[in-house]
């Protein structure tokens, strides 16, 4: 079971009524607190907040692994800052980013068992065209080098 707490800070100019809600609980013998504090949230949404903290916690306790559809829905929906404070006490997983490296090596691995070998290699002569382009490189070095080029022929009117 999660608590709601509020802490009065004296002599910081936090909010309103100068208080900052936490959201605490046990997990056998270690308290956890999330700190709500930089951010000023109404009290409905800090109590929400602790709904479903506790949703989260009844899961993991019973080994549920998908949560009831309404917390999947807040979750997917509430700020960042929520969603990552929440990922620091293991209450959600959060994906890490893909390059493209393995996006592509997915995709080909993925598609292996399902296409023909001609179309397999097209898939290959594909993911090394994309690669010889040098796109992302091209991109990066060209907002950073040519940036004052490209911007003087978007306002002469060079570039349509």
Known sequence: MATLTTERRSGKIAAHNNQHSNVQWYDGKKRFTIHLGSKRYTKKTAERFKDIVEALLFCRRNGITTPEKSVENWLQNAPVELRTKLAKVNLIAVDEAKTCQQLWDAFIKFKTAEVKLKTL????????RFYEMGVFSFVMESVHAHHDVWLGMVKSGQLV
């Open 121 to 128: 290699r097209s898939y290959k002569d594909s993911m090394a």
